[in-house]
């Protein structure tokens, strides 16, 4: 069993890990602590994406930084092709979402049928106790022995965000060997062991979306694209978008306005009818939002939670009751439209009790 101490988990007897190396520094230090703290590790990387990529763990040199990173710690490395998978749950439902007009969230996607469904799959059947990977986040366990995703000791770089879905048995074999450090630390360590990946800048974008051509290039490729007109919220004409499948509720700019009046984002997004309404900031809140698909740690959770809408935003104070989607979420204060697609977790204190999906209403 591992251990219930968040960053402690190598105090447990010597276990079989094979360690997921994504080519960046985080990966490359987990699996050297796991060495340093005695068990028999040996490195796999994903080759998740198979088309063009510069950016993200999905690139060529990502690989060739994981193998190098590998053969610096002395370990055994392996890269396993996942591409038809990563094409088909993370990629297809991406291009799906935009064509609908939601937010997709992939490394949500990614995590949740990737690294945690398939390649912890893979490794059950090869032998191994559990996977680790490079994620700033931690597993903790509570008074009654369930297992919950919380929050790295970096505020500035926990994911724990996009670890939502992990609960249940698959906590009893993950291992996340750096969520007790800062990223400082965890650089610093990189540079002691002289690891080529030590001042490697992280990465920010999507895996499969080029910095250089992004995200319409790659979608007029999968879908087709429709121009749209922009109203105002009185239903006046102040615009015009190339694709109504690339813009997403909150957005302000990108949307063909006159410049001069006030700033104005997206309020509605009407893929069908080709149309999207603008309006003031003011028209973007809201008191409560619907989530469906929703994922409990350990069943549904009563009294006042703090919500984040994404990866790296700020939590609010809210709280839950059921509805016919699922949960309707209520803020304890107005709060900014969270636009239908994305994912919403809920946190008591530093841990993860849940998340679900943002539905259209009305």
């Not at 040996?42 to 999905?58: F, I, N, R, Y």
């Not at 049928?113 to 996977?131: M, N, P, S, T, W």
């Not at 700020?314 to 839950?320: C, F, K, P, R």
């Amino acid at each position: 069993m591992l251990s219930a101490e968040p960053g402690a988990n190598c105090e447990v007897s010597s276990m079989r890990v094979l360690a997921a190396l994504s080519g960046g520094v985080d990966s490359s230090v987990a699996a050297a602590l796991l060495m340093e703290d005695g068990h028999e590790v040996v490195a796999a990387t994903m080759k998740l994406w198979g088309g063009e990529s510069d950016t993200g763990c999905c690139s060529v040199s990502d690989v060739e930084d994981a193998r190098r990173s590998a053969s610096q710690l002395g370990l055994d490395h392996h890269v396993f092709n996942y591409t038809a998978e990563f094409d088909d749950l993370v990629v297809g439902p991406y291009v799906e979402a935009h064509r609908d007009g939601t937010t997709p969230n992939p490394c949500i996607e990614c995590n949740r049928h990737l690294k945690f469904d398939v390649l912890l799959k893979r490794a059950e059947l090869l032998g191994f106790d559990a996977v680790a990977t490079g994620h700033h986040a931690r597993v903790v366990e509570g008074p009654d022995g369930t297992r919950r995703v919380a929050r790295g000791a970096d505020p500035q770089k926990d994911q724990s965000y996009v670890l939502y879905p992990l609960r249940g048995p698959v906590l009893d074999r993950v291992l996340f060997p750096i969520g007790h450090l800062h990223k400082t630390e965890v650089r610093e360590m990189a540079a002691h062991l002289g690891l080529r990946t030590a001042a490697k800048p992280d990465s920010q974008d999507v895996c499969f979306i080029t910095r250089a051509a992004g995200r319409q290039p790659f979608l007029a490729d999968r879908i087709e694209l429709h121009p749209a007109e922009v109203f105002d919220s009185e239903g006046n004409p102040v615009g015009a978008v190339e694709a109504v499948e690339m813009v997403t509720i909150g957005q302000r700019r990108g949307l063909g306005l006159a410049g001069g009046a006030e700033p104005r984002f997206v309020t509605d997004v009407n893929v069908e009818g080709r149309a999207i309404t603008v309006g003031p900031p003011q028209r973007l809140m809201v008191s409560s939002t619907d989530l469906a698909e929703m994922l409990w740690a350990s069943g549904p959770v009563d009294g006042e939670l703090s919500a984040q809408v994404s990866a790296h935003g700020e939590t609010a104070a809210a709280s839950v009751r059921g509805n016919a989607n699922g949960v309707q979420l209520l803020w304890a204060e107005p709060h900014r439209r969270v636009a239908p697609g994305q994912s919403v977790v809920l946190y008591e204190g530093d841990q993860v009790v849940g998340g679900g999906i943002s539905v259209r209403t009305g």
